[in-house]
């Protein structure tokens, strides 16, 4: 079984398959990574760029290239001693279209398909006109206006004698029964008669069987089917009013996508209708999901798994346990790692009781960037923010309002089946019968704005101390904004809501009536703080843009020495296989991008000054009546967005270069305004406000009026671009050395300046990495040369080597904080990781733009460091020290390591510990 030493995340989908993936197995094993770790590889919806939208978990996705592809992809794994980890999704598949038959089933067979309960539906509605029916809503327009203009439309299959309608891409099947009010039209008595025999079926027991022989019957008169059509295809009002009562005998009930925010009567993934939730929690539905998985496990295809949006799910703990039994049925003992995708919020640790080997890491991507930014800057950034913008300088303000904007919009019916279930809960008791449907509702609402986190994990037993904090923390903030009449609301939400243990309730149905609506509340809080914080809040706020990302708790700027080294202790104890990211398909901004946009908290005064310039210089570049677009927060930040982005080298006169870097800025600059849904919405874009914005781009990149504008950023990038590099560095080998296993991101072995998706998922050209790979330049030229990004690509190398030549010291190996003395004490990180006489010293800057100065690379000049010192245990203070990335000349009869030295000819150094043969002088050199 190969050592999990280091992964490398690739994107999959018909451009880059698995046999382009296995193409790069020989320079992924030449750079260290021990385990290909890959998007989800079962069959998604044709042309999927991520592979998240599954409409047949039975087979490898043929795009892909099937399966013969996967095992050609894993017998190249096995030749270079590599494993496989591939990403699944157990909480959705994709609905809509034609191409998932478990949902076409449904909506032809409704409650009596064997794929209803897959479904997460809820069939008995508290709305009337869903009774037992499952809304379906996909037409791009109104309901009567789709009839109206013909694009609902009648087809019938031929060849399979089946009638279905159609709305653009959407299937959607008739119910069998139902196909007397299309045959009974018909003048030939064998239509009308199968018509007959079509009606009853609702009445037959054996009703599908008896529908299939029927339906053979249906296709053998096909040519006399045809002529029927015209009944239901017209403009007139006659034959809208049949299409329409036809429509109205099915299973569903067929509506604009808009109606979903309101009228929603299933569970979706966050608030995309094209995407349905599944009931993971029962066996026939996680057995057939995962059937294929399990198999390719059993073969010895798959070396681990990546569970995607675990807070989907109803119960983790439970799917988890279910999910690793079975793999140890499977494998037997053999070490089999099981990561989780989840955001811990401020303070939250992945529970204890769940049998996983970790997080995918987004944690740790927050620690560092805590560490990398300057608490100084906070109060000028913050101030210049409110200057310019207007809106909050507190991250948790943003949060709050967009949370109200997603309970109140795309969301709103889903809390209002939470609240519909608390309604129920609260009649079948007497001490609590007369609470009403709006007063829940209020409370319940106010709860989630003020939930400090994804979700709780209350069992049927009660909360765990850790969501007992969190929760009482909701309450708190709900309190503090609900009417004072309401307060009497928030001890039964308390304890209802996983608050008192479900077994002091007899069997029966106010047990199960309060466990649904614990469970239905915990699934609703994870999509509301996803979309108010990924995709709302991260858009809106601007203070520092590198504070923003997926999985921060970016209501804090900045963090101590002590707290990273407080988590990784942490790590090491709880979760010694943790993934270590700082690159995601889910990030914001790439690794280096926020590494620079770190610098401008070191530099925030400065960065202000030239920020109200820049405001000056671009008031040439606004359009005629759009004096405000962008205004004045989406203006500062795309000054951000530009100075983080820049790429290295490129001119502020490469007019091909600028046009090229514009398109990819345009793609974002649309999304942000988008998702931020202050000045347009996706739901309600507005085209000529985006129209301006991009205007203001398109002069300030790519015309001569916004040559100065253009000249000034480029400048402030060349200025403080070497700081965001050894931020960069750093960043880089503290997730290859703390506890954990780390994880790298397509392409980000070079510089990753990319933004939101689809900017990170471009094509990575692998063929550049393997010639850089391949190079033997000197530490000294990867450095003189560092702005081609091989540096970096050096540095994973070197690191990952180390990691192979002793895996025991990483995966076993304590973790030991250092105390650092002297001059810039507060500027150095120091740490040892030891595993019995395998020590490893790691030395980092933070907070390093003053001592660059204009130093024009990212090195800090090791006569800068002054008396700098990290200060070795006593029991160490005579061991040999070998500097692994740059010589350690150093003498120091107090068992100390001076950083001057340690540092003297690359920005961080490795320094291996190892007895001084014949000494005990406590000397290092």
């Not at 409409?55 to 892909?64: A, F, K, W, Y």
């Not at 008669?193 to 029927?214: K, P």
């Not at 330049?777 to 081609?788: C, E, M, N, R």
């Not at 200060?871 to 068992?895: F, I, K, Y």
């Given at each position: ?123 008995q509605s508290h709305d009337p006109l869903l009774s037992g029916q499952l809304l379906v809503p996909f037409l791009r327009t109104d309901y009567g206006e789709a009839l109206r203009e013909g694009t609902l439309e009648l087809h019938f299959e031929a060849a399979r004698g089946r009638f279905h309608a159609q709305h653009f891409e959407h299937r959607l099947p008739l119910t ?57 295809q017209g403009r007139d009002e006659a034959t809208q009013k049949r299409l329409h009562a036809l429509l109205e005998r099915q299973h569903y009930r067929v509506a604009s996508w808009r109606t979903a925010a309101d009228d929603i009567n299933w569970r979706r993934f966050f608030d995309i209708n094209e995407l349905g939730a599944l009931r993971a929690e029962h066996l026939a539905?996680?057995?057939?999901t995962h059937g294929k998985v399990f198999e390719l496990i059993e073969r010895g295809l798959i070396d681990g798994l990546r569970i995607d949006h675990i807070d989907g799910l109803a119960n983790p703990r439970a799917y988890c346990s279910r999910l690793r039994r079975r793999i140890s049925r499977l494998r037997g003992d053999a070490p089999f790692p099981i990561f989780v ?585």
């Open positions: 079984m190969t050592e999990l030493r280091a992964t490398l995340r690739l994107q999959l989908h018909k451009g880059f398959t698995l046999a382009d993936a296995a193409a790069q197995v020989p320079y992924m094993a030449k750079l260290g990574i021990s385990h290909l770790y890959a998007s989800p590889i079962l069959t998604a919806r044709p042309g999927s760029q991520h592979g998240y939208d599954v409409i047949d978990p039975s087979q490898v996705n043929p795009e892909l290239g099937g399966e013969e592809a996967l095992v050609h992809l894993v017998d190249t794994l096995r030749a270079h001693d590599m494993g496989l980890i591939v990403d699944i999704v157990p909480n959705h598949m994709a609905v809509g279209g034609d191409g998932n038959p478990w949902w076409l089933d449904v909506l032809e067979w409704g409650q009596g398909s064997p794929y209803a309960a897959f479904f997460d539906i809820q069939w069998p029964p139902s196909y007397d009010s299309i045959l009974r039209a018909s003048d030939d008595p064998a239509l009308r008669a199968l018509g007959q025999r079509f009606a009853r079926l609702g009445r037959e027991n054996d009703s599908r069987a008896e529908a299939q022989r029927l339906c053979v019957e249906l296709a053998a008169l096909a040519e006399k089917v045809a002529p029927l059509l015209a009944h239901f539905v996680f057995e057939q995708e989840k955001i811990l919020g401020h303070g939250e640790l992945l529970p204890q009781a769940w049998p996983v080997d970790g997080s995918t890491g987004y944690e740790f991507m927050n620690q560092v960037s805590l560490l990398q930014h300057d608490p100084h800057g906070e109060l000028p950034l913050g101030k210049l923010w409110q200057e310019i913008s207007g809106r909050p300088t507190a991250f948790d303000d943003e949060v709050r309002q967009a949370r109200r904007l997603v309970l109140e919009g795309s969301l709103a019916g889903d809390l209002e089946e939470v609240a519909q279930r608390l309604l129920h809960v609260a009649r079948h008791d007497i001490a609590t019968r007369d609470l009403t449907l709006g007063a829940i509702r209020r409370a319940l609402r106010e709860l989630i704005v003020h939930f400090p986190i994804y979700r709780t994990y209350a069992p049927a037993c009660g909360r765990s101390q850790q969501d007992r904090r969190f929760f009482q923390q909701a309450l708190d903030g709900a309190r503090q904004t609900l009417a004072e009449a309401d307060w009497p609301l928030l001890p039964h939400l308390d304890d209802w809501l996983g608050g008192a243990s479900l077994r002091t309730l007899p069997p029966g149905r106010a047990r199960r009536l309060r466990a649904q609506a614990l469970t239905r509340f915990q699934q609703l809080t994870s999509p509301v703080a996803a979309k108010a914080v990924e995709d709302t809040a991260l858009y809106r706020a601007g203070v520092l843009l590198s504070r923003y990302d997926v999985g921060f708790d970016a209501e804090h700027f900045s963090a101590t020495v002590e707290r990273f080294h407080q988590a990784c202790r942490e790590r090491a104890v709880q979760h010694p296989r943790n993934l270590l990211a700082t690159a995601t398909h889910d990030h914001k901004r790439g690794e280096d991008c926020r590494a620079r946009l770190a610098v401008l908290s070191e530099r925030a005064a400065w960065y202000a000054e030239r920020v109200r310039h820049w405001r000056q210089l671009a008031q040439a570049l606004r359009t005629s009546g759009a004096a405000q677009a962008p205004d004045g927060g989406e203006e500062a930040i795309l000054y951000q967005a530009i100075i983080g982005s820049w790429p290295l080298g490129l001119r502020p006169d490469d007019t091909e270069g600028l046009q090229h870097y514009l398109q990819r800025l345009l793609g974002w600059q649309r999304k942000a305004l988008r998702e931020a849904k202050l000045n347009s919405t996706w739901s309600a874009p507005n085209e000529a406000y985006e129209a301006a914005c991009a205007d203001f781009l398109r002069c300030l990149l790519c015309e001569p009026s916004g040559q100065p504008l253009r000249n000034e950023l480029a400048a402030t990038v060349a200025a403080i671009a070497p700081a965001g590099a050894l931020n960069a560095l750093v960043q880089c080998v503290l997730r290859l050395t703390t506890p954990g296993v780390p994880d790298l991101y397509q392409g980000c072995e070079f510089w990753d300046f990319s933004l939101v998706d689809p900017d990170n998922r471009r094509p990575v050209d692998f063929s550049a990495r393997l010639s850089a790979l391949q190079s033997d330049d000197t530490p000294a030229g990867q450095l003189a040369s560092w702005q081609d990004g091989r540096i970096k690509q050096w540095l994973i190398q070197q690191t990952l080597a180390l990691r192979a030549a002793q895996p025991q010291l990483f995966s076993q190996g304590s973790y030991h904080p250092l105390g650092v003395v002297g001059e810039h004490a507060g500027q150095v990180l120091a740490f040892l990781r030891s595993h019995g006489d395998e020590h490893l010293l790691v030395i980092v800057p933070r907070l390093a733009a003053g001592l660059l100065g204009e130093h024009g690379t990212p090195h800090v000049p090791a006569q800068r460091w002054g008396d700098t010192t990290v200060v070795l245990p006593d029991e160490l203070r005579s061991w040999q020290a070998t500097g692994l990335l740059g010589p350690c000349h150093t003498e120091n009869s107090q068992g100390s390591v001076m950083v001057a030295a340690a540092l003297a000819e690359f920005p961080v150094n490795l320094i291996l510990l190892e007895p001084r043969a014949g000494a005990g002088d406590g000397r290092s050199s």
